[in-house]
DNA sequence: TTAGATGATTCGTA
DNA sequence: TACGAATCATCTAA
């Protein structure tokens, strides 16, 4: 029986380093190569131990090549040169090479993984999409900031005065383009390198073991995945940062400011005097927003936010009805005492004194008549379900009808 | 410091 | 798509 062999050079135990591949006793380093028919899976191997009993001359060579080659890894550079070299000018060598070769081949190595496909990662794709979109990937052009900006102010949330804070965010938002970049680069030198290296070192090591370009396509798709997925990370990461920035500098609602007295005042004479049915049409918010100074956005979002905090709270805001309410009886009073006396201060104010139906020209919804009392029906169940009775009688019971 | 007010956003629905 | 409802985040007065 063909013991395992010691290191040519003998100068360190062969059992406790190398690859592992150590012959052990009772498996014989052929084994690897003998023909599948020859093969036992079961572990025992009577053929190939009937072998080395016979002392077979060209067996016992392929073995010592092999455990010369499982040795390498424990010498010195130069001594592996030199192994190297012994081992391509062994007389075995081409046997022993096609042998590898025809093993490889039936074991289906080399097609393993043959039928993986490359699917774009939809991580990936969200990723790159939502840096494209920030303006962090692609070509730079302050677009990804400007548009988000533009979005933040379309909403109704940014104030005219922001402009110092948008050159802060954009600020920003360029140094992190600036080391995503430079991390990219850095990424796909470190790949490009990396793949150079290991391509280099198949080449070399397909003189000595059956590398095919296949397989050597493989590796580098290995390589590339790798690195894929390191870069998804830098992208989540800049992602992570964009969202902050984006929170930190442009969400509105970190950027609220209450409306102007006057503003909160026309919208409630309007609110008021159109409680039977306050949904203003889209002429009446593009009003509204012009002569309070906001946007038709913020128009909406004030009567949405209204309409439901009144619903929930009739008898809180009964006070407030009550005064609006009498605002009005006195603009509509002083009106008629003096039809001629324009009833505010001015054109594009509000004044708490005009009647509803001349309230600052805006169009009255639906072309009903705006009042404080429970008028004309006009939209669906509102006015008999939250209509005070008494918001048209300033000064009478305040009793909560809150649901 | 804190409770209430308020503007904005999100989500489900008709 | 507008709206209601819930919720968030900030403002403001006490």
């Not at 954009?170 to 383009?177: E, M």
């Not at 001629?340 to 008549?369: I, K, R, W, Y």
Request: hydrophobic residues 30%.
């Amino acid at each position: 029986m063909l013991q395992p062999q010691q290191p040519v050079t003998g100068n360190r135990p062969s059992a406790s380093r190398g690859l592992g591949l150590r012959v052990h006793p009772g498996m014989h380093p052929l084994n690897a190569v003998h023909p599948p028919s020859q093969h036992r899976p079961d572990g025992g191997d009577p053929g190939g131990l009937e072998g080395t009993e016979n002392g077979h001359d060209n067996r016992r060579d392929i073995g010592d090549i092999l455990q010369q080659i499982m040795t390498i890894t424990d010498q010195s550079l130069d001594e592996a040169q030199a192994k190297k070299h012994a081992l391509n000018c062994h007389r075995m060598k081409p046997a022993l090479f096609s042998v590898l070769c025809e093993i490889k081949e039936k074991t289906g190595l080399s097609m393993r993984n043959a039928h993986e496909e490359e699917h774009p990662d939809p991580q990936l794709v969200r990723l790159d999409n939502m840096l494209l979109a920030e303006g962090v990937a692609g070509p730079e052009k302050g677009g990804g900031a400007a548009a988000a900006v533009s979005a933040a102010t379309s909403s109704g949330g940014m104030s005219p005065d922001s402009s110092l804070e948008h050159s802060d965010y954009k600020s920003k938002l360029s140094q992190i383009r600036t080391i995503y970049h430079t991390e990219l680069e850095k990424y796909e030198q470190a790949c490009s390198e990396f793949t150079t290296h290991v391509m280099n070192l198949l080449r070399e090591q397909s003189r000595t073991r059956p590398i095919s370009p296949r397989e050597i396509e493989r590796m580098v798709a290995i390589i590339h995945r790798k690195f894929s997925s390191i870069q998804t990370q830098l992208k989540q990461s800049t992602c992570e940062a964009v969202m902050i920035l984006r929170s930190r500098f442009l969400d509105a609602r970190r950027k609220r400011r209450n409306f102007s007295k006057q503003a909160t005042e026309g919208l409630n004479e309007y609110f008021y005097s159109h409680l039977s049915n306050p949904y203003p049409s889209e002429e009446a918010k593009e009003e509204l927003a012009k002569t309070c100074g906001i946007t038709v956005s913020q128009v909406s979002n004030w009567f949405g936010n209204k309409r439901i905090r009144y619903k929930k709270n009739i008898g809180k805001f009964q006070e407030e009805a009550n005064l609006y309410a009498m605002k009005t009886a006195l603009g509509a009073t002083q009106s008629e005492e003096s039809p001629h006396t324009p009833n505010s201060t001015g054109s594009g104010s509000f004044s708490l004194s005009g009647s509803a139906d001349c309230f600052l020209g805006v169009p009255p919804m639906n072309g009903e008549q705006p009042s404080y009392h429970m008028g004309a029906e006009t939209n669906g169940n509102w006015q008999e379900q939250n209509t005070p009775p008494s918001a048209a009688s300033p000064g009478s019971d305040h009793s909560d009808n809150s649901d």
